[in-house]
């Protein structure tokens, strides 16, 4: 597997691994042994970089991970984010940022995992109650104990981005990227990365399964599955987004990859400090997605793609309101 480097020095493999799926969000949960047993088939496949958060489950992810790769621990980097309010293992309304929680946080963290240092520690929504200098602070005390090597946001904008580097150099920024989901390019997230050095970790780079082709109009989700709730994945929005999966499948062709094999590849040759987290529960699927790293496109390919691109308008936001409200502060 290549590498790439994240910021100043956090050197890890070109794709990394989205671990939230693994018994949150999409409706199915892995036993501890089948976790541990793709987590670890990760590892020997050449992935060395793996994404989980407390509220993931909450804080049942965070177990899953820790016992798959304590024993190949000087192999990986394991990042994990604070930033949501969690009373009594249940997620409640808001955010919460304030020092003392991610001090609370990170030790909490640091327990579940069963390790000694969190290799990357985002905020995972800005929180607009508490200004980010003081999270950048206390973040940068956090490394200055060891408890912390490298320090992230998610979905920050720009200017909350420049303000937090400026307290505590931001190595990498984990927002929405994808063919799909391209907000990166124009919101000043693009320019700032390659400003101050920091690396771009797009999650859900596979648009949450669709771009692979596995899906249709009627593709159905169950109650728990968080993309029943989502725009883009109404019967309708399915329907009008099925010309970029055509495209996809087009170059696939050309290519002898597959969709999503495209898709990941099209968000590596953007910029060589982008590192994608796609997720998965099945193997065949993780080898799929680790294939992406051998498949080039050329820069006819990708001139052909941002043709294709300018004609295809995305049908639906990708979060209802609520959630777009937390993005971009």
């Known amino acids: 597997m290549q590498k790439r480097i994240l ?25 501890p042994d089948e976790a541990n047993a793709l987590l670890r088939a990760a590892v020997e496949r050449g992935v060395t970089f793996f994404d989980t958060a407390e509220v993931y489950g909450p804080f049942t992810n965070e177990g899953l991970v820790g016992a798959a790769l304590r024993p190949v621990r000087d192999q ?29 946080v990170a030790d909490a963290s640091l327990q579940r995992l069963g390790i ?34 490298h320090f992230g946001l998610s979905e920050p904008s720009a200017e909350t981005a420049r303000r937090a580097h400026a307290v505590q150099p931001v190595t990498a920024i984990q927002n929405e990227y994808s063919l799909w989901t391209r907000g990166v390019e124009t919101n000043g997230i693009f320019d700032v990365c390659e ?7 797009p999650y859900s780079p596979l648009g949450r399964g669709f771009l692979t082709g596995a899906m249709s109009q009627d593709t159905g ?10 725009p883009r994945f109404t019967p309708e929005a399915m329907a009008k987004n099925q010309a970029l999966v055509d495209l996809l499948k087009r170059i696939a062709a050309d290519k002898q990859g597959t969709p999503a094999q495209v898709a990941l590849a099209w968000i590596l040759a953007q910029k060589p400090w982008i590192v994608p987290i796609p997720g998965t529960t099945k193997l065949h699927r993780l080898e799929e997605n680790l294939g992406a790293a051998d498949l080039t496109l050329t820069p006819e390919d990708l001139a052909g793609i941002a043709a294709a691109l300018a004609e295809i308008d995305v049908e639906g936001e990708r979060y209802p309101e609520q959630l777009m409200s937390t993005v971009g502060r």
């Open 221 to 230: 989700f169950a109650a728990e599955d968080f993309r029943s709730k989502l």
């Open 116 to 149: 000694e240092q969190i290799d990357l520690f985002y905020q995972h929504r800005v929180d607009p109650d508490v200004p980010i200098e003081d999270v950048a602070g206390t973040v940068r005390a956090l490394i200055a104990e060891g408890k912390v090597k």
């Open 76 to 104: 990986v980097a394991i990042a994990t984010k604070f930033g949501f309010n969690i009373v009594d293992g249940v997620q409640q309304p808001g955010l919460n940022s304030r020092p003392e929680h991610i001090r609370a």
């Open 195 to 201: 400003e101050l050095g920091i690396g771009l970790v």
């Open 7 to 31: 910021g100043s020095g956090l050197e890890v493999s070109a794709i990394g691994y989205g671990c939230m799926g693994l018994d949150f969000a999409y409706g199915s949960k892995l036993s």
